[in-house]
């Protein structure tokens, strides 16, 4: 018999009870929500049950919402079983001013890579991880690029061009401006080597 989602969720409900939230189905893939004290917990009975066998971690990654107050990073696993082809994706929320969650490494050695990527670019703090250091980013750093704690751009430098940027001003990046005729490549422009 496959494996579907309300499978799933049924016996997960069956299991961990009104512990687990906000199910649903993006895109047909199963997602939910678990306690952050739960994560160990809810990933080895999903990798234990034979029935389940959510066995490969197929990635894990963070997301920052800062709008959720209390909960402002979310810590997402994606778990695939392999036999019947089927993928569930779990969330634990965080907050910001403490980040921490017990590491995956005892259940999934490829968590290892994974967790300190997202300590590198959004500070969660793997608890009881083997190496919790930086490896994209230099270690003199003393923020995480990936939240969204700073403006997008400086908007009181006067030397960016908004047209550049796609943000008014001609088609065809200051050259001409002339309304209401399709942007053509002049005769001229036509052999340039265009990099």
């Not at 049950?49 to 994606?78: I, K, M, N, S, W």
């Not at 300590?119 to 750093?141: A, C, Q, S, T, W």
Request: aromatic letters at 12%; one cysteine or more.
């Amino acid at each position: 018999m496959p494996l579907t989602n309300p499978d799933i969720i049924q016996r997960l409900v069956d299991k961990f009870g009104e512990s687990l939230t906000e199910f649903g189905e993006p895109y047909g893939m199963l997602t939910f929500s678990a306690p952050r004290e739960m994560n160990l917990k809810v990933m080895r009975f999903l990798y234990d049950e034979p029935d389940l066998g959510f066995q490969f971690l197929t990635d894990l990654c963070a997301v920052h919402y800062p709008e959720r107050v209390g909960e402002e990073l979310a810590l997402v696993y994606h778990l695939h079983n392999l036999v019947e082809n089927v993928r569930i994706r779990f969330k634990v929320f965080l907050p910001v001013a403490q980040p921490d969650v017990i590491t995956a490494t005892s259940i999934f050695e490829s968590a290892n890579w994974m967790e300190r990527e997202t300590y590198d670019f959004f500070g969660v703090n793997f608890i009881g991880h083997p190496n919790l250091k930086r490896i994209l980013n230099v270690e003199e750093m003393d923020y995480f690029p990936m939240r969204k704690e700073f403006p997008l751009e400086d908007q009181s430098r006067i030397d960016k061009d908004d047209e550049m940027f796609g943000r008014g001003g001609s088609i065809d990046f200051g050259n001409r401006e002339v309304p209401d005729e399709p942007r053509t490549i002049s005769e001229a422009d036509k052999d340039k080597t265009w990099i």
